[in-house]
């Protein structure tokens, strides 16, 4: 991130990395402070609404909200993500979520509900079926294949 110079609004460069836009969001909510952003075409754009997303899936905003924490409005906003990341921005968000789920269900011993919660399934059932439907196994199953995996490795 590079910076201009300071007055009462900072000015920032951010590269397209995920990482830079991720810290930064967290950063400013973290402050409670609002991000306005200027964006060189669509892909500025996406990167700024997956960063958001990724950030709380569980508490993802409203496509309304999402606009305006970028600094656009609905309807511009899926213009923009959907050519950038093939899905719309709430398909997109769902395809997410399994992957954000294999630490804690590989790390872990936390029932499917809690790690369902965190990553954004209100009902445990639809994150077991998304995950048997994706992967072919349960959270459970997936699990104990893992131990009885890195049981055989050590």
């Known amino acids: 991130m590079n910076s201009a110079s300071p007055t009462s609004a900072t000015v920032l460069a951010i590269d397209d990395s995920p990482d830079e836009l991720s810290l930064l969001t967290g950063f400013l909510r973290a402050a409670r402070l609002r991000l306005i952003v200027a964006f060189e075409g669509q892909k500025g754009c996406q ?6 997303l990724q950030q709380d899936p569980a508490h993802s905003p409203s496509l309304h909200s999402l606009a305006r924490q970028v600094g656009t409005i609905e309807k511009r906003q899926t213009e923009l993500f959907r050519p950038a990341s093939g899905l719309p ?15 804690p269900v590989a790390e872990s011993d936390l029932d499917s509900q809690p790690i369902a919660d965190q990553v954004g399934y209100r009902i445990p059932g639809n994150f077991t079926t998304k995950s048997r439907k994706r992967r072919s196994v349960t959270p459970r199953d997936n699990r104990q294949v893992r131990r009885e995996s890195s049981g055989r490795d050590s």
Request: glycine share 0%; hydrophobic share 60%; net charge positive.
């Open 89 to 103: 921005v709430f398909a997109w968000l769902r395809k997410e979520r399994l992957p954000l789920a294999r630490p």
């Open 47 to 52: 990167a700024v609404a997956q960063a958001l």
